[in-house]
């Protein structure tokens, strides 16, 4: 396997262990990246066929890398539509599609120990970890004119770093206001676990932001975490978007749904690819439209989301208010949190 590694996307770095600096290679295809909405541990099977191999060779084979295609990003908020997105290139023909790489989650939190005594990593080693994975998430198929990454919505903290290490690379930041994020959010099932799980890390990077101080993450209500979460991401793309203006452009997902052509001829043309009238109309009509990207065997509509945040906002009508008092609250404090509660519309 390491000796194809750098021939084809059929082998793939699934995962890589900063511990032992050891890289699961697994056998894929590209009917496998189409199907897969995450690239975590949900792909792994008892037939999958892999290897573990030293980020050493990796790295040696990646630089034998031919024909890399430029390797774009898609970055969130969370829960903003970007494996919809991500689904929609997958369409054109030309994208190879890569979402939610369980390295990219590793490079992140290697990335927050930076500078400190207990970083596994050195700045160098991370740098040449970075730039291992990027070429050989360079490689394509036939067809591919790009490779477009779908990171988890944590994983933006760590946008400014990649697009440093690559000046082809551009990306887009998909966001909602702070509102329907909050509605969204509420509106799930397992929110309150996704809220707490996610919370301490979202916790130590926004206070790392403000001077004002935060309330305890355990005294937060569940608005208030999720408007705790709408901040500590809205925050990291605020960064992206000061430091790449030119190579960034954010993208309110309510206003994508209301115009899916025109949208996706604009981010097709940020990432350099074709987008012929014809096919915009297409992507507009697309049948991935009226599934649920992250899980296509159900139904899910632009109309059904939105009686399913309706029906959010009457039951969760309270904790959305508290979320945005929070909000309030804060902006209040600090002139940062204020550009960004008023950049989103509030």
């Given at each position: 396997?390491?000796?194809?590694?750098?021939?084809?996307?059929?082998?793939?770095?699934?995962?890589?262990?900063?511990?032992?600096?050891?890289?699961?290679?697994?056998?894929?295809?590209?009917?496998?990246?189409?199907?897969?909405?995450?690239?975590?541990?949900?792909?792994?099977?008892?037939?999958?066929?892999?290897?573990?191999?030293?980020?050493?060779?990796?790295?040696?084979?990646?630089?034998?890398?031919?024909d890399?295609?430029?390797?774009?990003?898609?970055?969130?908020?969370?829960?903003?539509?970007?494996?919809l997105?991500?689904?929609?290139?997958?369409?054109?023909?030309?994208?190879?599609?890569?979402?939610?790489?369980?390295?990219?989650?590793?490079?992140?939190?290697?990335?927050?120990?930076?500078?400190?005594?207990?970083?596994?990593?050195?700045?160098?080693?991370?740098?040449?970890?970075?730039?291992?994975?990027?070429?050989?998430?360079?490689?394509?198929?036939?067809?591919?004119?790009?490779?477009?990454?779908?990171?988890?919505?944590?994983?933006?903290?760590?946008?400014?770093?990649?697009?440093?290490?690559?000046?082809?690379?551009?990306?887009?930041?998909?966001?909602?206001?702070?509102?329907?994020?909050?509605?969204?959010?509420?509106?799930?099932?397992?929110s309150?676990?996704?809220?707490?799980?996610?919370?301490?890390?979202?916790?130590?990077?926004?206070?790392?932001?403000?001077?004002?101080?935060?309330?305890?993450?355990?005294?937060?209500?569940?608005?208030?975490?999720?408007?705790?979460?709408?901040?500590?991401?809205?925050?990291?793309?605020r960064?992206?978007?000061?430091?790449?203006p030119?190579?960034?452009?954010?993208?309110?997902?309510?206003?994508?749904?209301?115009?899916?052509?025109?949208?996706?001829?604009r981010?097709?043309?940020?990432f350099?690819?074709?987008?012929?009238?014809?096919?915009?109309?297409?992507l507009?009509?697309?049948?991935?439209?009226?599934?649920?990207?992250?899980?296509?065997?159900?139904?899910y509509?632009?109309?059904?989301?939105?009686?399913?945040?309706?029906?959010?906002?009457?039951?969760?009508?309270?904790?959305?208010?508290?979320?945005?008092?929070?909000?309030?609250?804060?902006?209040?404090?600090?002139?940062?949190?204020?550009?960004?509660?008023?950049?989103?519309?509030?």
């Amino acid at each position: 396997m390491l000796a194809r590694l750098s021939a084809s996307p059929d082998v793939y770095p699934q995962k890589i262990d900063l511990n032992s600096l050891m890289v699961l290679l697994v056998q894929f295809d590209a009917d496998a990246y189409r199907r897969a909405s995450f690239l975590d541990d949900r792909i792994l099977t008892p037939a999958t066929v892999g290897a573990w191999a030293g980020v050493d060779p990796v790295s040696d084979a990646s630089r034998l890398v031919r024909d890399a295609r430029p390797v774009h990003f898609i970055f969130h908020t969370g829960h903003v539509g970007s494996t919809l997105v991500s689904r929609l290139l997958d369409e054109t023909g030309t994208v190879l599609s890569l979402r939610e790489p369980l390295p990219l989650r590793t490079l992140a939190e290697a990335h927050d120990a930076a500078g400190r005594t207990d970083a596994l990593l050195s700045d160098e080693e991370f740098g040449r970890i970075t730039a291992t994975l990027m070429r050989l998430w360079s490689r394509g198929y036939q067809a591919t004119r790009s490779v477009v990454i779908k990171a988890t919505s944590s994983a933006g903290r760590l946008a400014t770093a990649l697009l440093s290490a690559s000046e082809v690379s551009r990306a887009i930041y998909l966001n909602l206001r702070a509102e329907p994020y909050l509605a969204t959010l509420l509106g799930g099932q397992n929110s309150p676990t996704d809220l707490r799980g996610h919370g301490p890390e979202r916790m130590r990077r926004l206070q790392s932001h403000t001077g004002s101080p935060l309330a305890p993450l355990h005294s937060l209500s569940l608005g208030e975490l999720a408007a705790m979460s709408w901040l500590a991401e809205s925050w990291s793309q605020r960064d992206a978007l000061k430091q790449f203006p030119n190579r960034i452009f954010a993208l309110d997902f309510d206003r994508f749904l209301e115009s899916v052509g025109s949208s996706m001829g604009r981010i097709l043309g940020h990432f350099g690819l074709p987008a012929e009238t014809r096919q915009l109309e297409a992507l507009g009509r697309s049948p991935v439209l009226t599934r649920y990207s992250k899980a296509p065997e159900f139904a899910y509509t632009p109309d059904v989301r939105a009686e399913l945040l309706r029906d959010s906002r009457r039951r969760n009508g309270d904790q959305i208010r508290q979320g945005l008092a929070w909000l309030e609250r804060l902006a209040a404090s600090d002139d940062a949190v204020a550009e960004i509660v008023q950049g989103s519309g509030g």
